[in-house]
């Protein structure tokens, strides 16, 4: 079985067991040799995790939930690091995997989009059913490097966003509208005002995520809906560790920013709309900060491993569920969490 025709070089298993460190991480699956070497860092269950099997074959270790637990979807992103086979005279024989049929069989043929070539042209040029594109779209795949959008550069630059944008952008706008409000209304109310904004905006983050962003099911029929899901949220899903992709942009962030904020001026009055204003933007950039750690960074705290371990089982096992980002009290209210235990 082979996945690119051009990759059919041969290695020894005492070759594969040489990469067992972070700078070069091979492993061996099914008597396929696969480079995990960039993956391991963006691996769901942890980079140590990975790093414990370095150099060896995975194949038993990927079936046994005690483990780790892997669906179909792991063994579609593997797919996309194989680099060739073992050599025959290091062949192994492997149990029978369960069901009968060995998982990498069960992978789905690609037949969604080509992420060697600009990805919105070839979604503008899609005829894609709606149940087709929402079960493409939340097949997560993994790049080593961010994905293209758009072959125009300038346009290009638009789709791409580093965490460290949503601070610079947004900490001198919350600064702004604490010092207008302090024109309007004592320190204390300011700070009352302030921390009413932190703590809705953990319910504004699961309505968005929920309401806006997984408008799934009441999508309507038509490329134009399926580009626009796809710009809005359906990459994120489609590639979940590209590190370009996983903070909102200013200019649409700016957008619902400003939605929000004229309904608030309906509500507050001077000086406490500014509080408030402040308040959520704070939580938009703190719960933003997050969103990115979650994908891409490590912690030895347990509290922070388990939040990590609950996002990524939304973009990993079930999308339909787990909304909450900073949090899952939200889900728990609203009946939201996973059903399954991981």
């Not at 060995?102 to 070539?117: S, Y």
């Not at 994905?147 to 947004?170: K, M, Q, S």
């Not at 979650?294 to 973009?315: A, M």
Request: aromatic share 14%.
């Amino acid at each position: 079985m082979s996945y690119t025709a051009d990759k059919q070089r041969e290695y020894s298993r005492a070759e594969v067991a040489n990469h067992d460190n972070p700078e070069s991480l091979w492993v061996i699956r099914g008597n396929q040799v696969f480079d995990l070497t960039h993956f391991h860092t963006d691996h769901p269950g942890g980079s140590d995790m990975l790093l414990q099997f370095a150099g060896q074959d995975i194949t038993e270790a990927m079936r046994n939930s005690s483990i780790h637990t892997h669906e179909i979807h792991a063994y579609r992103v593997l797919k996309d690091f194989y680099i060739g086979n073992v050599t025959a005279d290091d062949h192994q024989n492997y149990p029978e995997a369960p069901g009968g049929i060995d998982e990498m069989d069960c992978v789905p043929k690609e037949e969604f989009l080509d992420l060697n070539k600009p990805l919105f042209v070839q979604m503008w040029r899609s005829k894609f059913t709606k149940k087709f594109y929402l079960q493409e779209v939340h097949r997560a795949h993994h790049l080593p490097q961010p994905a293209v959008f758009f072959a125009n550069p300038f346009l290009e630059t638009f789709t791409r966003t580093p965490w460290y944008v949503i601070p610079i952008y947004w900490v001198p706008i919350i600064i702004t509208m604490l010092v207008l409000g302090a024109k309007y209304e004592p320190p204390n109310v300011m700070m009352v005002g302030f921390m009413f904004g932190i703590v809705s905006w953990t319910l504004t983050e699961y309505s968005i995520h929920r309401f806006i962003f997984h408008y799934d099911e009441n999508l309507p029929e038509g490329t134009l809906a399926q580009c626009a899901h796809f710009l809005l949220h359906g990459v994120h899903h489609y590639l979940p560790m590209d590190p370009l992709r996983l903070v909102m942009p200013p200019a649409l962030s700016t957008f619902l920013g400003v939605i929000i904020l004229g309904i608030m001026c309906c509500v507050f009055t001077p000086g406490m709309v500014h509080a408030v204003a402040a308040g959520l933007g704070t939580g938009y950039v703190l719960y933003d900060e997050c969103h990115y750690w979650l994908h891409h960074g490590t912690s030895s705290n347990k509290h922070l491993c388990q939040l990590k371990t609950y996002h990524l089982r939304h973009h990993y096992n079930d999308f339909k569920a787990g909304f909450g980002i900073t949090s899952d009290f939200w889900d728990n209210v609203f009946g939201t969490q996973f059903t399954t235990s991981a």
